[in-house]
């Protein structure tokens, strides 16, 4: 089994897709992973691949070493997890981004519309908490905490102004 948790409006094929948003067309499974824990709706052990694109900043610290837990738990040994972030050091550091689109890419759109996408927009103005970012990752302190919750491998790339940490149980 695969999870693409947080999917918003990413549907992927072969994944169960999870979101907290009960409004977006396509979601397999509506799971506010801020106030449940994906442990109440998979076993530990049945999951081999745990896709986490843009969803972990949208927590509070303590809540993203939870559900990292909880994707470590979810994993079959051997299984992995991919977890994307906005790279809050390079944002910080970099002389390419000024600083009103910094604020942004640190702290999310919240209910700002950005007439990209009309489904996105709508979920947006109905659910404004899930798109505010609650925390900076680093890539140096992700590969910490996937560590010290138990990963026996991580390596962290950046991609743009974000960094995707690949773990493996």
């Known amino acids: 089994m695969k999870l693409n ?17 009960s409004s977006l067309p396509k979601v397999d499974k509506v799971i506010d992973i801020s106030v449940e ?3 109440a709706h998979f076993k530990a052990g049945e999951v081999e ?5 843009d969803i972990i900043e949208h927590h509070f610290h303590w809540e993203a070493v939870r559900i990292m837990t909880d994707f470590y738990n979810l994993l079959q040994d051997g299984g992995k997890a ?15 981004y000024p600083m009103g689109r910094k604020l942004i890419m640190l702290f999310g759109g919240q209910d700002i519309p950005r ?11 109905q659910f404004p908490q899930y798109f505010c970012h609650k925390y900076g990752w680093t890539q140096k302190q992700m590969e910490a ?21 690949y773990a493996t149980k």
Request: charged fraction near 30%; glycine fraction near 8%.
């Open 115 to 125: 007439g990209k996408n009309a489904e996105q927009d709508k979920s947006r103005a």
């Open 5 to 21: 948790v947080g999917c918003g409006t990413d549907y992927r094929e072969g994944f169960v897709n999870i979101d907290g948003s």
């Open 82 to 96: 991919e977890i994307r972030v906005p790279d809050a050091s390079y944002i910080i550091k970099s002389w390419r």
């Open 145 to 165: 905490e996937l560590l010290k919750i138990g990963f026996s491998k991580v390596v962290c790339k950046r991609e743009r102004s974000n960094f995707i940490a």
């Open 37 to 39: 824990s994906l442990s």
């Open 49 to 53: 691949f745990i896709l986490a694109n």
